[in-house]
Structure formats: structure tokens, C-alpha cells
């Protein structure tokens, strides 16, 4: 049995085999691979197009995210309900209702950034899919009252930013990302921005918290899609010179003239522009937590990817000895706006069993009467049940579940949707709802009472498919938390839920279905 799936042929690098079914397993290759063929597979359209077909495409209109299949995953878990009693609230049945049931949370080393619902947007880069719909998600996430990351090689990308010296002095394309939030907070939620090594050398971080009142900033080792730094294409020659001029891996070089002749010529039509990866050390990782604090960043963060245990361990001791104020552990199988495909399938740790890991170093920490920073778990969550079993099984310390890609599909169906009702061409699937916004989209005469008439009309479009998908998830999460007799977030212990398999059990310490409860049951029989 083989756990990879799409093993070359896939629609993330939109490519297929000639024999359809009949292939092998672990090759992918067509069983029977004939002379003539054009080519339809991933070896194939590689014998031609060479390297761009390592990438899920189209770029700058996708997201991806694994198609491996692990052997131990969330749905390897049930979540427990009771018919006993009610926790965070009265034990009444008039009052014990699943609308009473409180999703509110906090992170920071003093728990002051209070979030409406557990949810953090992971980051969101330089990547055009993100650029192009970020009005959209960040406005989503203000009116939610959820945590956004702005993520990696946003200045560097912006073409009109003003570099001095080596150091981001202006970037529109920042400050903008940093207002669409903004303009929409209403004193729950937080946007941060994160910062790579280019980022770090150009100074971003601190152009963020002095120019553009930003308090929350996050340092990034990784993230689950890939273990490698940020990738983008670009579509000419001039952009290419202009980001190698920043610093940036650009291949091939556009500053050779060889290059340049056969771009020119048509021999290709993209660069690929490469990040650098990180250096890990201990007193460089203080010694920068410190001078961002400096900086007059009030919160400092540390975003961690699918690296191996004794990485993850790392993460956790200095976020505990620097009292970081968010720790997000990102597994494999993540979502990117691109990363290589077969390494987002073919590497690191998957989110479950980091969280596994994630949970026994921090119980050390507990133990020691150290101190333990607040925690977001990403990798692949979309819905409630999502949310609940990675509450669950990481209580007591992870607050928030990190979201990406689904955060931004609501964004960009909102805005797809949105903007056909509003010029009168409600897409077909829609149409039996009715004609106008507040009849299409479920939540949205709340949200214009909520923000009133005129800043509805102004609100981004897509903001409303991503408040609109929130609501429902939060819904869902408090009927789980009404079952299972929790009303708040706090209640939630890893004895909420169940291990459907001994290797579950014994891969996360969540006890055994057959074997909840036992100790009671005896004293209940007698």
C-alpha cells in the first residue's frame, strides 16, 4: 500500500496518465509507457518543460496542499460527548444551549490579545494569489475578530518600495496590506508581520512597527509545505534585475547576457525568484527577539514548520525562555501559494504527530515550572471538527488553530460571488436565494446592521465570504462544545476526544476508544 497519492500525475502540476487507472504504485508510471505518447505525465511534461514542473500550477491563480494520504491523521479521532452535567455554565437545560457556548480566546504572554474565535489566518505572503485577494481576507479577518499574519518578501516584491542603505524606508504595498486590516479592526483580533532573512536584512519588521503602527511581529524558521525558502515566478526580465538587485536568488541570472538573449528569443517566459533559508542559533534568535522588542514591537512571535523533533524542540525552548507570545507549529501537508510539489508531499512531519511531539515537550516545560508560550497548531484544518480535535488534543496549550488556505478560498468565492450579485449576474447556483448581497449571502444583513449601511457598501466584497464561512464554523464548533458539555474554550481537555486505533493511542497518549472511562464505568457497575 502506498500513502502518496498523484505520484506523477496530478492536477496540482495539471497532469494525467495515458492509461488512467491502470498504473504502478510507487513509480505512477503508466504500466505500459509507449513510444509516441506526448507526454501527458509529470515525466513527461518534465522531459520538456523541465523544472517548472516541480511547482503546482497555474501560479498566482492556485493554492495547493498535499495529496499524501497518512497513516495516522484527525480523523483517526471521535470527538466525546456526555448527558452529564455542564462546565463554564449552569447545569440547566434552559441555559446549557449551544448559542451560550463561549469561542472567545487569548494569546499573548499576558493574554491580552483577545481574539473572538480560535482562529488565526497563517501568513500570506508575496504570492499573487494572495495579493490579489487580501482586501478581501484581511477586512474577513478585522470584522471576525481573528488574528492575520502578512507573511514573507512583501517589501522586496513591492515595485515601488523605497529601499535607502540597504532598509525599507517605504512600501505601499505593506502599508496597504496593513491598513485593508486596520480600517476594519474593531479591538478584537491582530495582524502581525513576518519576516524571513531577506525581510530581516532589509529591515521590514521594524518599518512595520515605526511607520505603519504595527505591534505584532513574527519571526519565521518554516512552514509545513516546504522546507525551503519562499518562491515566486515573475513574468519579466526588468522584475527579475529588480529583485536580484534586492538581494534575491533569481534563476536562471538575470544579469547574464546569455540569459537575457534567450528570454528574449522566447526560450522561457518566467524566472523563479528564491528565498534564502535561515540559520538557527540560539543567541541570534534572542539577541533579535530583543531588538525587536526595541523596536517597540509589543508582541513577538515564532512561526516553526514540519522540521524534525529536535527542531521543534528548539522552537520550544526559546520561544519559552525569550516568553514569546505566539508559537505557530505548522505541519506538513500545509498549504502554499507555491512550493515544490512532490516536497509538500514527500517531507517532514505531519501535523498530528508534530502536535503529538508538540504536546510532550511542552508537558516538560509544565513540569519544570517554566514558562510555556500560548500556541496555534496549523496544517491543514478547515472545519469545526478541525478546530475541536486540535483544541483537544493539544489542551492546555494551544489557543488558536492556524487556517490558510480555506480562509482565503472563503475570500476569493466571496468575491467571486459577491461582485457577480452585484452587477446583476448571480451566478447560477445561487440564484434560487434571490438577487441582492443580503439574499445570496446568509450573514449578510448581520453584517450590515453590525457595521451599518455605508461601511457595508465600502467593505471588500469577499470579506463577507470570509465572515459568512467563520460563522458557520463557529457554530459548528459550539454545537461540539455543547455536547460535549464544555462552554468555553478553557474547559476543553484531551479526554474530549477518543483514539479510534491503538496506533492513534499510542502515537498521541488520547486514550483508546474501548478503554474510556474504564475506571468509572467499574464504580458505576458496581
Same mark, same amino acid.
Not at 476526544?497 to 498521541?508: C, F, G, N
Given at each position: 500500500?502506498?500513502?502518496?497519492?498523484?505520484?506523477?500525475?496530478?492536477?496540482?502540476?495539471m497532469?494525467?496518465?495515458?492509461?488512467?487507472?491502470?498504473?504502478?504504485?510507487?513509480?505512477?508510471?503508466?504500466?505500459?509507457?509507449?513510444?509516441?505518447?506526448?507526454?501527458?505525465?509529470?515525466?513527461?511534461?518534465?522531459?520538456v518543460?523541465?523544472?517548472?514542473?516541480?511547482?503546482?500550477?497555474?501560479?498566482?491563480?492556485?493554492?495547493?496542499?498535499?495529496?499524501?494520504?497518512?497513516?495516522?491523521?484527525?480523523?483517526?479521532?471521535?470527538?466525546?460527548?456526555?448527558?452529564?452535567?455542564?462546565?463554564?455554565?449552569?447545569?440547566?437545560?434552559?441555559?446549557?444551549?449551544?448559542?451560550?457556548?463561549?469561542?472567545?480566546?487569548?494569546?499573548g504572554?499576558?493574554?491580552?490579545?483577545?481574539?473572538?474565535?480560535?482562529?488565526?489566518?497563517?501568513?500570506?505572503?508575496?504570492?499573487?494569489?494572495a495579493?490579489?485577494?487580501?482586501?478581501?481576507?484581511?477586512?474577513g479577518?478585522?470584522?471576525?475578530?481573528?488574528?492575520?499574519?502578512?507573511?514573507?518578501n512583501?517589501?522586496?516584491?513591492?515595485?515601488?518600495?523605497?529601499?535607502k542603505?540597504?532598509?525599507?524606508?517605504?512600501?505601499?504595498?505593506?502599508?496597504?496590506?496593513?491598513?485593508?486590516?486596520?480600517?476594519?479592526?474593531?479591538?478584537r483580533?491582530?495582524?502581525?508581520?513576518?519576516?524571513?532573512?531577506?525581510?530581516?536584512?532589509?529591515?521590514?519588521?521594524?518599518?512595520?512597527?515605526?511607520?505603519?503602527?504595527?505591534?505584532?511581529?513574527?519571526?519565521?524558521?518554516?512552514?509545513?509545505?516546504?522546507?525551503?525558502?519562499?518562491?515566486v515566478?515573475?513574468?519579466?526580465?526588468?522584475?527579475?534585475?529588480?529583485?536580484?538587485?534586492?538581494?534575491?536568488?533569481?534563476?536562471?541570472?538575470?544579469?547574464?547576457?546569455?540569459?537575457?538573449?534567450?528570454?528574449?528569443?522566447?526560450?522561457?517566459?518566467?524566472?523563479?525568484?528564491?528565498?534564502?533559508?535561515?540559520?538557527?542559533?540560539?543567541?541570534?534568535?534572542?539577541?533579535?527577539?530583543?531588538?525587536?522588542?526595541?523596536?517597540?514591537?509589543?508582541?513577538?512571535?515564532?512561526?516553526?514548520?514540519?522540521?524534525?523533533?529536535?527542531?521543534?524542540?528548539?522552537?520550544?525552548?526559546?520561544?519559552?525562555?525569550?516568553?514569546l507570545?505566539?508559537?505557530?507549529?505548522?505541519?506538513?501537508g500545509?498549504?502554499?501559494?507555491?512550493?515544490?510539489?512532490?516536497?509538500?508531499?514527500e517531507?517532514?512531519?505531519?501535523?498530528?504527530?508534530?502536535?503529538?511531539?508538540?504536546?510532550?515537550?511542552?508537558? =516538560? *516545560?509544565? #513540569?519544570?515550572?517554566?514558562?510555556?508560550? !500560548? @500556541?496555534?497548531?496549523? /496544517?491543514?484544518? %478547515?472545519?469545526?471538527?478541525?478546530?475541536?480535535?486540535?483544541?483537544?488534543?493539544?489542551?492546555?496549550?494551544?489557543?488558536?488553530?492556524?487556517?490558510?488556505?480555506?480562509?482565503?478560498?472563503?475570500?476569493?468565492?466571496?468575491?467571486t460571488?459577491g461582485?457577480?450579485v452585484?452587477?446583476?449576474?448571480?451566478?447560477?447556483?445561487?440564484?434560487?436565494?434571490?438577487?441582492?448581497?443580503?439574499?445570496?449571502?446568509?450573514?449578510?444583513?448581520?453584517?450590515?446592521? =453590525? *457595521?451599518? #449601511?455605508?461601511?457595508?457598501?465600502?467593505? !471588500? @466584497?469577499?470579506?463577507? /465570504?470570509?465572515? %459568512?464561512?467563520?460563522e458557520?464554523?463557529?457554530?459548528?464548533?459550539?454545537?461540539?462544545?455543547?455536547?460535549?458539555?464544555?462552554?468555553?474554550?478553557s474547559?476543553?481537555?484531551?479526554?474530549?476526544?477518543?483514539?479510534?486505533?491503538?496506533?492513534?493511542?499510542?502515537?498521541?497518549?488520547?486514550?483508546y476508544?474501548?478503554?474510556?472511562?474504564?475506571?468509572?464505568?467499574?464504580?458505576?457497575?458496581?
Amino acid at each position: 500500500m502506498s500513502f502518496s497519492k498523484g505520484v506523477n500525475a496530478t492536477a496540482a502540476t495539471m497532469t494525467r496518465l495515458r492509461t488512467g487507472e491502470s498504473y504502478c504504485p510507487f513509480s505512477g508510471m503508466c504500466v505500459t509507457c509507449l513510444d509516441g505518447c506526448p507526454g501527458l505525465c509529470e515525466i513527461g511534461k518534465s522531459s520538456v518543460r523541465g523544472k517548472e514542473v516541480l511547482y503546482p500550477q497555474p501560479f498566482g491563480k492556485t493554492t495547493s496542499a498535499s495529496q499524501k494520504d497518512y497513516p495516522v491523521d484527525y480523523s483517526h479521532f471521535n470527538i466525546l460527548g456526555t448527558a452529564v452535567g455542564a462546565q463554564g455554565i449552569e447545569a440547566d437545560p434552559d441555559k446549557a444551549i449551544f448559542p451560550a457556548v463561549s469561542l472567545e480566546t487569548a494569546v499573548g504572554a499576558r493574554a491580552d490579545l483577545k481574539l473572538n474565535l480560535p482562529i488565526v489566518i497563517a501568513a500570506m505572503g508575496s504570492t499573487n494569489v494572495a495579493a490579489n485577494n487580501w482586501d478581501h481576507l484581511a477586512a474577513g479577518a478585522a470584522i471576525s475578530g481573528v488574528g492575520i499574519v502578512i507573511g514573507e518578501n512583501v517589501c522586496a516584491m513591492d515595485p515601488n518600495a523605497e529601499i535607502k542603505d540597504g532598509r525599507v524606508v517605504h512600501s505601499p504595498n505593506l502599508a496597504r496590506r496593513v491598513k485593508d486590516f486596520q480600517e476594519w479592526y474593531s479591538g478584537r483580533g491582530f495582524i502581525a508581520v513576518q519576516a524571513n532573512v531577506e525581510d530581516t536584512k532589509l529591515g521590514v519588521q521594524e518599518y512595520a512597527i515605526e511607520k505603519l503602527g504595527v505591534e505584532a511581529v513574527e519571526i519565521k524558521w518554516g512552514q509545513g509545505a516546504k522546507d525551503i525558502g519562499g518562491e515566486v515566478k515573475l513574468d519579466s526580465l526588468e522584475r527579475a534585475l529588480q529583485l536580484k538587485g534586492r538581494g534575491y536568488i533569481v534563476l536562471p541570472d538575470p544579469t547574464d547576457p546569455k540569459v537575457q538573449a534567450a528570454y528574449r528569443a522566447g526560450a522561457f517566459s518566467e524566472f523563479e525568484r528564491h528565498s534564502r533559508i535561515g540559520m538557527v542559533d540560539y543567541e541570534s534568535f534572542m539577541a533579535r527577539v530583543e531588538e525587536l522588542r526595541r523596536a517597540g514591537a509589543k508582541y513577538v512571535f515564532l512561526k516553526t514548520g514540519a522540521y524534525r523533533p529536535a527542531d521543534l524542540a528548539r522552537a520550544v525552548k526559546y520561544a519559552s525562555d525569550a516568553r514569546l507570545d505566539l508559537l505557530t507549529v505548522d505541519g506538513a501537508g500545509g498549504g502554499t501559494g507555491m512550493s515544490p510539489w512532490r516536497m509538500m508531499n514527500e517531507w517532514g512531519v505531519p501535523t498530528l504527530y508534530l502536535q503529538a511531539l508538540l504536546v510532550k515537550y511542552l508537558d =516538560k *516545560l509544565a #513540569a519544570r515550572g517554566a514558562y510555556v508560550p !500560548p @500556541v496555534a497548531i496549523a /496544517g491543514g484544518f %478547515t472545519l469545526e471538527d478541525h478546530i475541536f480535535k486540535g483544541l483537544a488534543i493539544g489542551a492546555p496549550y494551544v489557543k488558536a488553530i492556524g487556517m490558510a488556505r480555506s480562509a482565503l478560498t472563503a475570500a476569493m468565492v466571496g468575491k467571486t460571488v459577491g461582485e457577480a450579485v452585484k452587477s446583476g449576474k448571480v451566478p447560477n447556483e445561487y440564484k434560487k436565494y434571490g438577487e441582492s448581497l443580503e439574499q445570496v449571502f446568509i450573514a449578510a444583513s448581520e453584517l450590515k446592521e =453590525k *457595521l451599518g #449601511a455605508e461601511a457595508f457598501e465600502r467593505l !471588500p @466584497v469577499g470579506a463577507i /465570504g470570509v465572515y %459568512t464561512y467563520f460563522e458557520r464554523l463557529a457554530q459548528g464548533l459550539r454545537q461540539f462544545m455543547c455536547g460535549a458539555r464544555k462552554f468555553a474554550l478553557s474547559y476543553i481537555t484531551r479526554d474530549d476526544v477518543t483514539a479510534l486505533t491503538r496506533e492513534a493511542a499510542e502515537i498521541t497518549g488520547i486514550r483508546y476508544v474501548m478503554d474510556v472511562d474504564a475506571e468509572e464505568v467499574e464504580e458505576i457497575l458496581g
